[in-house]
């Protein structure tokens, strides 16, 4: 079975074009940011926010091209789960994948999504092992 | 052994759809009506007026101001879509006193709102032109289990039994159990409404949607939006696990694996903000 645990740690995107899911709250877009139509939807330069980033989705923009320079999140990251941590995930939520095959691609995908979810659950902040 | 329709014989409080959803699909389906006449027959409702405008505000949509009033939610959002968020919030108010010692009214209206932001989000995905049709399909997909709770409790009480001490699906107890399952008591109850072909369909096939006749893609999605929402965890119609995909219905949609963390990640926040603007006076 071929989990996908490690896909999910939000590792920084080294390229000038992004794909929204990898959008990080302060990059910059290098050009105006416009959907299908040509309509204006964030000019370049601005610090994208969750608003901008929800706006993306509904207007269907699948890529953006950002300023290297300002590609770091405000934030630091929070410390990357471990193996451990995962596999302590991906146990909490096993039985609910009782019923179907883990092999396929899209349940794997599922799982390693859901159990990565759990991991973050078990061990955001205050609980520890 | 009964038949699905039979169960909704004597429901009383579903046996009908507020009128204001029959109105406003006259309206619409009359080709010399407009888009202000609509906006009146809304404006008639003042519930439902505020439901909606809740909705086109929340973070569903994200649109950078304010949403005033219904005539600028049509122009923004479109005459279908808003008639179909109608459908939505209406619905939810026919089903608020229903028993709930099988399933809260809550943890049922919850998971229905997961499978339907998850439904409008693979819409979005594929560039459907109205991803409010897959929201409502996805919140009505389950709409059969208040009413076996509410016709047939002691069956679902053994179907649920059977699920615990079993590696079996709900639906499949159901079957078992009853000899139909809580889709086609919804298909039935929304036959009986009188609804559109295209979610009939989808609630009818959502977990066999390679039956679906006339919108595979619609069954196809409010499939795999329910194994989604399911996964997810958000809510919960008495299934308490991913219920079995049908990997054909997954191939029909045209996304990539890749895709799905995306369509996760935005189900999620959909959800949050829905939740709120849909079920917040309700649940």
Known sequence: ?129 | MRRASELLKGVNSVASLPGIYLRLCDIINDPRSSAEDVGRVIADDPGLTARLLRLVNSALYGFPSKIETVTQAISIVGTAQLSDLALATSVIRVFADMPEDLVTMESFWRHSVACGVTARVIAGRRRESNVERFFVAGLLHDIGRPIIFMRAAAEEREALALCASHPMALFEAEQKVLGFDHSHVGAALLESWKLPVSLREAVACHHHPGRAQRFPVEASTVHVADLFANALGLGSSGERRVPPLAPQAWDALGLTTASIPGILEEAERQYHAAVQAVIGDAA
């Open chain 1, 1 to 129: 079975m071929k989990l996908h645990l490690e896909t999910y740690q939000g590792e920084a995107p080294s390229t000038i074009a992004v794909r929204i899911e990898e959008l990080q709250l302060g990059m910059m877009p290098s050009v105006d940011v416009t959907d299908q139509n040509g309509r204006l939807l964030v000019p370049a330069g601005t610090s994208l926010t969750e608003r901008h980033l929800r706006a993306f989705e509904m207007w269907g923009v699948t890529e953006i091209r950002v300023q290297a320079s300002g590609s770091e999140p405000p934030e630091p990251a929070p410390a990357p789960l471990t193996p451990e941590q995962l596999a302590h995930g991906a146990e909490a939520v096993r039985s609910q994948f009782a019923l179907v095959n883990l092999d396929h691609p899209v349940l794997a995908e599922l799982f390693g999504f859901v159990a990565f979810r759990a991991a973050q659950r078990l061990w955001s902040g205050r609980r520890h092992a």
